[in-house]
């Protein structure tokens, strides 16, 4: 069984910046791709971001390219969204996963996920 944790949601100003962590635990962490996900209020949950197992190869949605930044750390077994220059439109509650495929950027892709955190921005 995989658990996968977020943290590091809030309340922030556009302009500022978070960073979202994701803890994972239950198999072998640095097999898989890992990937953040968001879901807005009234809104189907659609993709953010995606790494390799490696991390060394990225994907990103183009309403995040160049203000997000996934990254993971094997050893932790960590995988972390920095979000800059946030706008109001990233409200929403984002979601890590864990996909045995790469490039996964549909929800059908991904075996596992956490419970999500909410990310407020305001004006």
């Known amino acids: 069984q995989v658990q996968l944790v977020e943290s590091g949601g809030g309340l922030a100003q556009a302009g500022g910046s978070l960073r979202l962590s994701c803890a994972a635990s239950?198999?072998?962490?640095?097999?898989?791709?890992m990937g953040w996900f968001r879901q807005a209020p009234g809104k189907e949950r659609e993709f953010v971001a995606t790494?390799?197992?490696?991390?060394?190869?990225?994907r990103y949605a183009d309403a995040v390219r160049d203000r997000f930044t996934i990254s993971r750390d094997n050893a932790k077994k960590t995988v972390y969204l920095q979000m800059n220059s946030l706008k109001t439109e990233d409200t929403a509650v984002y979601y890590c996963?864990?996909?045995?495929?790469?490039?996964?950027?549909?929800?059908?892709?991904?075996?596992?996920w956490g419970q999500g955190t909410q990310v407020t921005v305001s004006s």
């Open positions: 996963a864990s996909s045995p495929r790469f490039p996964a950027t549909w929800t059908n892709e991904y075996d596992y």
């Open positions: 790494i390799i197992p490696s991390g060394h190869t990225t």
């Open positions: 239950g198999r072998a962490f640095s097999n898989y791709a």
